[in-house]
């Protein structure tokens, strides 16, 4: 049982814009900021997004990030084949003193 | 850009220790607030967050696997490393070690392309 609440999976059409849900806590999201990552198999984990809606340098600005409370929402726009992976939300819970992950989300593009 | 580097065996026996250690180049590993961090993933599962060092070997456990835990830093090697003791087949996965962004923030921004260990007689 994960720490942070995403869906199991998601799908949409290519070229069509698709969110990804990221809830958790006061402890959690709710004090600190979340990152997201992708993670294509057999790779290892990338940020996509950090200090909850800030993109690293080479992601494109199709991808973009939001919060709101202890929520966090990724959003994916102009979809591609390519974007099919699973996403990740992370964050640092100051309660229990760990980092978090979500469960992560499979994303597959129809 | 900094570089991470897992590396030990990928066969351990249960109950016996799995040692891991991550070489960073690239970039000194005494930068500042960073904290250096090791993550796993079981086969077809998520990311779970074991633990994190800094620079001045000040540490930070998961709960549930604190009491069989050691990480620690060698700063003149630029690596730190992982010991997990009384393993089972429960802690077969993928090992990443990860560098760490100060909080608020804690991204991982770099990481390793990970290390599979398999815990089997």
């Known amino acids: 049982q994960s720490v942070l609440t995403q869906p199991p999976s998601v799908s949409a059409a290519p070229g069509q814009k698709v969110t990804i849900s990221c809830s958790g806590s006061s402890s959690n999201i709710g004090r600190n900021h979340v990152s997201w990552y992708q993670q294509v198999p057999g790779a290892a984990p990338k940020v996509l997004i950090y200090?909850?809606?800030k993109r690293p340098l080479g992601i494109p600005d199709r991808f973009s990030g939001s919060k709101s409370g202890t929520s966090v929402t990724l959003g994916i726009s102009g979809l591609q084949t390519g974007d099919e992976a699973d996403y990740y939300c992370g964050t640092w819970d100051s309660g229990l003193i760990t980092g978090v992950f979500g469960g992560g989300t499979k994303l597959t593009v129809l | 850009q900094v570089q991470l580097q897992e590396s030990g065996p990928g066969l351990v026996k249960p109950s016996q220790t799995l040692s891991l250690t991550c070489t960073v180049s690239?970039?000194?590993?005494?930068?500042?607030?960073?904290?250096w961090s090791w993550i796993r993933q079981p086969a077809g599962k998520g990311l779970e967050w074991i633990g994190r060092i800094n620079p001045s070997g000040s540490t930070n456990y998961n709960p549930s696997l604190r009491s069989r835990l050691t990480i620690s830093i060698d700063t003149s090697k630029d690596q730190f490393s992982l010991r997990l003791n009384s393993v089972t087949a429960a802690d077969t996965a993928v090992y990443y070690c990860?560098?760490?962004?100060?909080?608020?923030?804690?991204?991982?921004?770099?990481w390793g392309r990970g290390t599979l260990v398999t815990v089997s007689s």
């Open positions: 990860a560098r760490m962004h100060p909080l608020p923030g804690g991204t991982f921004d770099s």
């Open positions: 690239g970039g000194s590993i005494n930068g500042g607030d960073i904290h």
């Open positions: 200090d909850n809606d």
